[in-house]
């Protein structure tokens, strides 16, 4: 089949690509506009139409360069069809810290699967939430892509495991002639958070082979949440957004407050507080506490302490060899090293949850024997080690891929073979931790003040803090054949039958280890987590590609992977595609796509995390803060060796129109229904099993809880992991383009129809859609415009970006819902082109400083997300083009 339409192809790849540079890419060669049969993303069969029954986002090395942004992760993070749950440098309170995932559709940042030159690659060493587990794209540099594309339907029926809401298939350079060098600095309009970059590009045709070498550096510094207005203090009552009064301050302060426990069992602060002055602790210089007793507490503001973009540095580079053979049979070979550190602070420990504290587990008790003690009575101690020093976090991880492979031709058909080992390895060292037995004892011998915001001496604090530490290795070995082709003698309308057939093993294995101390859970305030875990995979898959006309062609493929670990899992997946006429193009996809189990959902150790929940027996009565979502829950639980894959069935429609040769644009209508899924719903815990003490383990109800009938405040829960939740979600996706040939102007837009969930099969489903439901936003628009104008060796864009509003999960200090308002920044680049091989550009990101709105549900008090804290973006690029050097 070869209903050749260039001008339709352009409309089905550049239209969107467009939405991020310029009509130039229209212009200058591309995939879209390739001649031939090639592979495209999607399937094993060579194409000579790019645009097949599944709806794909194509962007080019013109895009990349043209984006504004200089990681792989923030250029992906800004298209319309990734959802709220995708990971990002700014959760510096994270499992996962120092890394970046993705998130097609919302469906979650492991139902997405991440393609390195159309092969797998390892995942990051630390899982997300500690269970998912994802690929760390701040482990590509961007210098070194070529092309990036997103199949944004599923494909399990194509890859494999993981491809529930698509494909993120990320195409390397490679057959490059010549040397690039590249240089660029940037930095935000109000200080912080400042970017270097270089890269080096070089390649050489010898003969026969052609190596190509990748070097790329990128260096970011750290930006605090002082160095904003809207994040300057926890305490933001002040805040336009909050007109009705609201502080993010701590109950854990210094000086802090007490529960009495011999007398009355009250909570009060320590007499200094709202005496003793603010102290200046932190690397800012703002305030460290309010001094401030608030609901009974004496608050502490953090701000100062904590990291709101973390320092950042990386260095890498990709070797690219290929060699030809014979006129039939080429050798390739690809190695990589990426090594990235990131460096973040958290502020001073507060003194909670740690083995060896005495008040069950969470808090430390102070004798009344203590010489400082000014209650004259055991206390429980609600308190902040301000004296020693912000918490600290070095992450370093260093991803290593080797691939080596044949290709080749016999006949008519086409051939390849692939040996491929990849490694991520993640390490993070911590300082100014505190140690509960430590603490305790200090406590108990009177070394160690805690009250009246007292300054111990420096050697008693060195003497509370302990090694903390964090090792993990994630390791893919992976063998792979295909082959692909004409059947001999198949012959429709549209002419020959192709087909594609292939192996593939995988051995996947896992590793996540802390330190003693984490692992007797006698860190304060500090969980942890720990796995070690491995399978193997081996997966058989066919295709086949049925032209029944000139333009109506319909893929079918199927693939099984069976695994050692939960067993077979077959996907079906068959498309159609249908072209009237030249400017007129329609599509549809259908089938099922798997998620496996990962390795750390199914051999977790006993792990311990923080969790903020509902405490529901008790809100349902007081309705206080406290019990209502206020409060931080420890969770213990373990891995679930029984568990099943997750299960979708999805479907997509849409279509592609080129009325005239400036005017195109398409929709395509998408739908995902996602069971069997695997979770640790807290909430779903509480509001179940709330008075269960097995689960629920809660401390002794005081004589108010008493008088209330409610049980006493949670210490801790255990729980795992369950096949238990659903998912269901549909939408559409637009994009439009009207070329006027050295000026365009268009847009690229999803709107989420409908995205309900529920906890377990035997809940009802809840509507989402529109609100932050649990960590995790849900808005029904996500949009990009863009205006792209060319004259001469000049070249400028102006792109916009939207964010719609939704409900935060919290309500205001009245109770009444709030809605987050909706963010739209403006981006603007100007490229210079009229010095020999050299193009200088000059631009900027959110050029109008907007600041994110705010919510009440995250602690730095806005959404971390999908809204950056950093505001306006300077930068000035510089590159020069050495075609004749090599």
Known sequence: MNNDNPVLRKAVRVAVGAAFIAPIVATQPSMAQVTGETYVTGTHIKRTDIEGPSPIISLDREVLEGSGFNTVADILHDLPAMGGNALNEGFTNSFAPGASGLDLRGLGGNATLVLLNGRRTSNYGFAQNITASFVDINSIPIAAVERIDILKDGASAIYGADAVAGVVNIILRKNFEGAEIGLGYGDTQDGGAEEGTFSLVAGKDFGKTNATFILDFFDRGMMYLTERDFSQTADQTANPATPEGFSFTSSFGNPGSAILLESTGDLVPDPACGV????????????????????????????????????????????????????????????????????????????????????????????????????????????RATDAGPRTQDISSDTSRFLAGLRGSASVYDWEVGLLYSQNKTDQ???????????????????????????????????????????????????????????????????????????????????????????????????????????????????????????????????????????????????????????????????????????????????????????????????????????????????????????????????????????????????????????????????????????????????????????????????????????????????????????????????????????????????????????????????????????????????????????????????????????????????YSGFRNQTWTVGGSNIFNEAPPFTYDEFEGYEVGIHNPRGAFWYLRFKYNMADLL
């Open 429 to 831: 060292d911590e300082e100014n931790y505190l140690g509960g037995a430590q603490v305790q004892n200090a406590l108990n011998n009177g070394t160690f003040n805690p009250f009246g915001g007292a300054t111990n001496d420096p050697a008693v604090i060195n003497s509370l803090k302990i090694d903390t530490w964090r090792k993990s290795k994630s390791e893919l070995t992976m063998f792979d054949a295909t082959i692909t082709g004409p059947i001999g003698g198949w012959e429709l309308g549209g002419g020959a039958v192709s087909f594609a057939a292939g192996y593939e093993y995988r051995d996947e294995k896992a590793t996540d280890t802390p330190d003693p101390y984490t692992q007797a859970n006698d860190v304060v305030a500090s969980g942890g987590t720990s796995s070690d875990g491995s399978r193997t995979v081996n997966a058989v898959y066919g295709e086949l590609a049925t032209p029944f006309t000139d333009n109506i062609e319909m893929q079918w493929a199927l693939r099984g992977e069976d695994s050692d670990v939960y067993g077979s899992h077959w996907d079906p997946k068959v498309g159609i595609r249908w072209q009237p006429t030249g400017g007129q193009l329609y599509r549809a996809s259908v089938g099922t796509a798997y998620r496996a189990p990962s390795l750390v959902e199914t051999n977790l150790g006993n792990t311990t995390s923080f969790v903020n929940a509902s405490d529901t027996v008790r809100c349902d009565v007081t309705g206080a803060d406290q019990d209502c979502g206020g409060a931080q829950y420890q969770q213990n639980f373990a891995g679930n060796p029984d568990l099943e894959p997750e299960e979708a069935d999805f479907f997509n429609i849409g279509a592609v129109w080129q009325p005239t040769e400036s005017v195109s644009g398409g929709i395509d209508y998408w739908y995902y229904k996602h069971d069997n899924l695997i979770t640790n719903d807290t909430q779903a815990v509480l509001d179940n099993e709330g008075t269960n003490p097995e689960i629920v383990v809660r401390n002794p109800p005081t004589a108010q809880d008493n008088a209330l009938g409610i049980p006493g405040e949670i210490n801790h829960i255990n729980d795992s992991f369950f096949n238990l939740a659903e998912q269901e979600t549909y939408g559409l996706d637009f994009d439009a383009k009207y070329d006027a040939g050295n000026w365009d102007i268009g847009f690229l837009a999803t709107r989420v129809l409908e995205f309900k969930r529920k906890a377990t099969p035997d809940d009802e489903f809840e509507d989402v859609l529109g609100t932050r439901d649990g960590d995790v936003p849900y808005p029904e628009w996500k949009a990009v415009g863009f205006v792209n104008a060319e004259m001469g060796d000049w070249f400028g864009n102006i792109r916009l970006n939207y964010r719609d509003s939704y409900l935060d999960s919290t309500t205001d200090p009245d109770d009444n819902d709030v809605d987050i308002p909706s963010w739209t920044t403006v981006d603007l680049q100007v490229n």
């Open 276 to 383: 003793q002055p603010p102290s200046t602790f932190g690397p800012t210089g703002a305030p460290g506490t309010t001094g401030e007793v608030r609901g009974g507490r004496c608050r502490f503001d953090y701000s100062a302490f904590i990291t709101a973009i973390p320092e950042t540095r990386r260095a890498g580079f990709i070797m690219d060899l290929e060699h030809e053979f014979t006129p039939s049979m080429t050798g390739f070979l690809e190695l990589g090293y990426q090594s990235n550190s990131t460096y973040q602070e958290a502020a001073p420990t507060p003194l909670v949850t740690a083995s060896s504290f005495e008040f069950f587990g969470d808090y430390p008790v102070v004798p009344g024997s203590h010489p400082n003690n000014p209650y004259g009575e055991d206390v429980a101690l609600f308190y």
